[in-house]
């Protein structure tokens, strides 16, 4: 925040009638024990309060809240050969984005700790979470109830609510936020004053108004429309990166980039970059050469779609990435899928980040719930395409799009796999699988069938399908389900 704004903040904070449970005041005690545990106590009772802030202020007498200065110099403090900062910052779990400010006013010097609320777990400082009763420090683990109360507050706010820039102008909300692009993407006509915009943004949750007249930006705010998502310090990571490689494996890398726009606001941009990386085949028809892409393009924009909208934010330092191989494409986000990996076709979508995700549907980035998968699987029968694979490596969600391979070249898990799929698409169209229609998606002669069936008989085998209708002798009109119909 810039001076004008710190000022303004310093005054709201010592014009409250008395001290409250997420502001702490001192006037020179700097012990880094005591620092660390308050800011454990302040992070952890803010959200108690409704409050995505909490503030420790020195220079301020503590019952009459005199304004008598400190001698207190945060940025000079060391512990060991560590500043005070770099120390507080590795002793807490998980990371807080805690920020120093120092002031003159009065012809007196002030310190002031911002410290964010606690989001999906209670902050440790080294060994114990903190809390605050009252005025008073406690250990968390004495006041169980409060526990009880934080947990279920992390239950109940999604991340979307949470802050990622505080106490900022409106000149910098307008400056932090590509707002030309949210009333682009949502078809509304640019407001022609400042108070227009931030009222838009305010109503979609973008942007939250404060008590000293400034604004906070939210998670959701950022996250859709960032104009440069490195400038949310606790977003940085989650920007996509888009990394090619040169042969099928990581050991040399042709080209990455990272694409710092918020999702929706760089989402066609994103994709379009993906596209012009991706290999094309040549087809001959009527005698002319034609050029098609390797991957159906809305496979590509599904599935990346997917990987920003069910990402697990809890999650730090890592983000979607799109890696581009010679035969395959990964698409891989932090966190596990809330369901089987086996009935993203079938079952009911469940989302960690509903808001982001029905943005995202609201302005035609990603399908309608439940048939962003079906349109993946479909599109890659029409290329006959390997089927996709979705697996679930370290706390990571992976999808992968392989590039057109001969049935010859396919091993019996891509063969079992690519059956298992059709037969889900058939069962959700309400159609059934037959040797004729793996045949189809397979390429396979009609003479061929017993390779067909060979395949059915795998399958069946691996326990993915059975037959609808188990009465039935029939081998030649035998239709298939999914194990799970």
């Known amino acids: 925040m810039n001076v004008e704004e710190l000022h303004k903040l310093f005054n709201t904070l010592i014009g409250l009638p008395h001290e409250v449970a997420w502001v702490e005041f001192k006037e020179n005690n700097a012990d880094p024990q005591e620092i660390g545990e308050y800011l454990s106590a302040l992070a952890n009772t803010a959200p108690l309060h409704e409050q995505h802030t909490g503030f420790i202020v020195w220079g301020i007498k503590d019952r009459t809240h005199d304004l008598v200065g400190t001698d207190f110099q945060p940025r000079r403090k ?107 993407l949502t078809k509304q006509p640019l407001p022609d004053n400042r108070t227009g915009i931030l009222d838009r943004l305010e109503f979609e949750n973008f942007i939250v108004r404060e008590n000293n007249n400034s604004f906070s930006v939210t998670n959701l705010g950022a996250v859709l429309f960032a104009k440069n998502i490195e400038n949310f310090e606790g977003l940085s990571r989650k920007a996509v990166r888009v990394i090619v490689y040169k042969g099928t494996d990581r050991i040399e890398t042709i080209r990455e980039q990272i694409d710092r726009r918020g999702y929706a606001a760089g989402f066609e941009g994103l994709i379009g970059f993906v596209n012009t990386l991706l290999p094309q085949n040549e087809l001959i028809r ?53 369901i089987d990996t086996q009935r993203f076709l079938d079952a009911p979508p469940r989302s960690r980040n509903e808001a982001l995700a029905a943005f995202m549907r609201r302005v035609n980035i990603c399908e309608e719930r439940g048939t962003g998968i079906d349109k993946v699987i479909f599109h890659v029968e029409v290329f006959q395409l390997p089927a996709p694979n979705f697996i679930v490596p370290e706390h990571h969600t992976k999808a992968i799009l392989f590039a057109h391979r001969k049935l010859t070249a396919m091993d019996k898990y891509d063969r079992i796999r690519a059956c298992y799929q059709h037969a889900c698409l058939r069962y959700v169209s309400n159609e059934r699988m037959t040797n004729s229609s793996l045949r189809h998606r397979f390429g396979i002669d009609d003479k061929n069938y017993a390779v067909a069936s060979r395949i059915i008989a795998e399958t069946i085998e691996a326990g993915l399908i059975r037959r609808s209708d188990p009465e039935s002798k029939s081998k030649k009109h035998a239709k298939y389900i999914p194990f799970w119909a």
């Open 78 to 184: 060391k512990i060991g050969n560590q500043e005070l900062e770099n120390w507080l910052a590795t002793q807490l779990y998980p990371p807080l984005n805690f920020r120093i400010y120092e002031l003159d006013q009065s012809d007196r010097h002030f310190v002031l700790f911002e410290v964010p609320a606690a989001t999906h777990t209670p902050v440790r400082f080294k060994e114990h979470e903190y809390i605050r009763i009252g005025t008073y420090k406690k250990k968390l683990r004495d006041h169980p109830e409060k526990e009880r109360e934080l947990w279920a507050l992390f239950s109940q706010t999604p991340f979307e609510k949470g802050i990622a820039r505080r106490t900022a102008s409106s000149d910098q909300v307008l400056s932090l936020i590509d707002y030309p692009a949210y009333f682009d």
């Open 286 to 338: 009527q005698a002319l050469r034609e050029e098609t892409r390797m991957y159906p393009e809305i496979a590509i924009r599904e599935l990346v779609a997917n990987a920003i909208i069910h990402q697990d934010f809890s999650i730090t330092g890592t983000g979607p990435m799109v890696e581009i191989f010679s035969d395959r494409i990964e698409i891989t986000n932090p966190g596990i899928p809330l």
